[in-house]
C-alpha cells in the first residue's frame, strides 16, 4: 500500500494503474522470471492513524536493548582483560566508542549490580570489576556463542544473501552486529570457509558468500507446514495478522488488504529486478525483506533509523521506514523512551512460528540483572541520607555542647571578676 497526503484538492478519488510485464523465458533462467504476471499499484489517500499497544510497550528487554549494548561492551572489556578488571582509566577516554553521553565512571557507576567497583593498588584510583551474578552470564554467554556457532553463522549468511550483490561492507554488518547477535571478533569465530572478504565500490571492504541453491524465509517455510504454500513461482503468500486491542481500518483499507494478502509473494532471497518498483508486489517483497530480517534479529526488533543504512545495498525504496507504519497488523513502531522501535508483531504474538535466538534468553538475564541496580541505588541513597542525618545530629549536639562549656566559662568568668573587684 502507498499512502500519499495528495496536496491538490483535484485529486479526490482512488485511482490505480497496471502495468504488463513480460518475463523473460529462457530454460538456464530462474523459476521466478519463467512466468508472466500483472503487477498492481493501488493508491490509498488515507492516512494510516498509529495505536499505542502497552503489551509490546512493556517488553523490557526490547526497549533496554540500546543500553544494554553499551553495558555489554564495557562488560567484554572487562571480561577480556586477563586480570579481569580494569582501572577507570583503561576507558574513560573512550566514551564515545561506547556510545556514551555521560562520563564512563559515572556510567559504571549506575549499575552496581553489574559492576563493582573497589580501590585500586596504585594512587588510589577507582578500579572496576564484574559482580559474581554478572561473571556468571558473561560465562554463559561465551558457552552459546561456542555451541551455537553453526546457527549464528547461518544467520549472517541469510543476511548476506538477502543483499542484492550477495555482499555486504563490512562497516554495515558491524552496524547489526548487535541486532544479529554476532560477537566483535565474529570474522575469526565464524570463518568456515564459506566467506569472502570483496572490495566494494567507493573503496569498501566487503563480506561475500557464495549461494548454496534455494533460501526459504520463514514465513514460506511456516506455510510449507501448514500445507496452505507449495513453493511456486509467483505463487500468493499471506502475512499472519496480528491486530492491536482496538485498531480498527478503514473500510477501503480493509478491503485493499484483503487484495494485498492474495498477491504473490517474492522471497527476500530471490532476484527481484523484474519487479516494477511503484507496484503492490513490490512493495510486498519489501514486507517480506523486513519480516524475514527481523526473524533474524534477537529480540525480533530494531531502531527503524537504524535500518535505513540498508537500503542501498538491499535495494529497499527511499522511504522504506513508511512499510512499519503501513502495515500495523505485521509490525508495532513503539515510541517508547523517545526512540522510533519496530517490532515484528508474530514474534511475540505466535512464539512457535519464529525460531528462538540463541542469545535471546542471555540477554534477557543482563537485562534482568540491570534492573537490580535501582533498588542498590535507592538503598545506598537512603543509607547515606541516615548517616548525614546522624552526622548532622551528632555535630549539632556537639556545637550545643560547645555552646553550654563557653556559657559556662563565661559564667565563671564574671563571677570572679565581681569577687576581684569586692
Request: hydrophobic content about 35%; proline content about 5%; overall charge positive.
Amino acid at each position: 500500500m502507498i499512502v500519499r497526503n495528495w496536496k491538490s484538492k483535484c485529486i479526490k478519488a482512488l485511482t490505480s494503474a497496471s502495468q504488463n510485464l513480460i518475463f523473460p523465458l529462457a530454460n538456464n533462467d530462474p523459476p521466478n522470471l519463467q512466468c508472466s504476471y500483472t503487477q498492481t499499484q493501488s493508491y490509498v489517500q488515507v492516512t494510516m492513524k498509529w495505536k499505542k499497544d502497552p503489551y509490546f510497550d512493556s517488553i523490557e528487554h526490547i526497549h533496554k536493548s540500546t543500553e544494554l549494548k553499551r553495558i555489554v561492551s564495557l562488560k567484554n572489556v572487562i571480561a577480556r582483560n586477563t586480570n579481569g578488571c580494569i582501572p577507570i582509566s583503561d576507558v574513560s577516554k573512550k566514551g564515545l566508542q561506547f556510545d556514551l553521553k555521560i562520563k564512563v565512571a559515572r556510567f559504571f557507576r549506575q549499575y552496581p549490580s553489574i559492576f563493582e567497583e573497589y580501590v585500586g593498588p596504585h594512587h588510589n584510583l577507582p578500579w572496576f570489576r564484574l559482580t559474581q551474578r554478572a561473571a556468571e552470564i558473561d560465562r554463559e554467554e561465551m558457552s552459546v556463542l561456542e555451541d551455537q556457532k553453526g546457527g549464528l553463522t547461518e544467520r549472517l549468511k541469510k543476511f548476506i544473501w538477502m543483499s542484492k550483490e550477495k555482499a555486504v561492507p563490512l562497516k554495515i554488518i558491524q552496524g547489526m552486529a548487535w541486532y544479529l547477535g554476532l560477537p566483535d571478533d565474529y570474522l575469526q569465530r565464524f570463518d568456515d570457509g564459506s566467506f569472502r572478504l570483496v572490495d566494494l565500490e567507493g573503496g569498501l571492504k566487503g563480506l561475500a558468500v557464495e549461494s548454496q541453491g534455494r533460501v526459504l524465509s520463514v514465513l514460506q517455510k511456516n506455510a510449507m507446514k501448514q500445507g496452505v504454500y507449495s513453493g511456486e513461482p509467483m505463487e500468493a503468500l499471506q502475512f499472519p495478522l496480528f491486530p492491536s486491542k482496538g485498531l480498527r481500518l478503514k473500510r477501503k483499507i480493509a478491503d485493499w488488504l484483503i487484495e494485498y494478502q492474495k498477491l504473490p509473494y517474492v522471497s527476500p532471497y530471490e532476484d527481484y529486478s523484474y519487479l516494477d518498483t511503484d507496484s503492490d508486489i513490490a512493495e510486498k517483497r519489501v514486507v517480506g525483506f523486513l519480516h524475514e530480517l527481523l526473524c533474524l534479529f534477537v529480540d525480533h526488533s530494531a531502531e527503524r533509523k537504524r535500518l535505513l543504512c540498508l537500503k542501498k545495498y538491499f535495494g529497499l525504496p527511499q522511504k522504506v521506514h513508511k512499510a512499519f507504519e503501513r502495515h500495523p497488523h505485521i509490525f508495532y513502531l513503539s515510541f517508547r523512551n523517545k526512540t522510533r522501535t519496530a517490532i515484528l508483531k508474530e514474534a511475540y504474538r505466535d512464539e512457535s512460528a519464529i525460531e528462538r535466538h540463541p542469545l535471546s534468553r542471555v540477554r534477557q538475564k543482563y537485562v534482568e540483572l540491570m534492573m537490580e541496580s535501582d533498588p542498590i541505588l535507592k538503598r545506598r541513597r537512603r543509607s547515606s541520607t541516615q548517616v548525614e542525618a546522624i552526622d548532622n545530629e551528632k555535630s549539632e549536639s556537639d556545637l550545643d555542647c560547645h555552646c553550654d562549656s563557653a556559657l559556662a566559662s563565661t559564667e565563671y568568668s564574671s563571677n570572679e571578676v565581681v569577687a576581684g573587684g569586692s
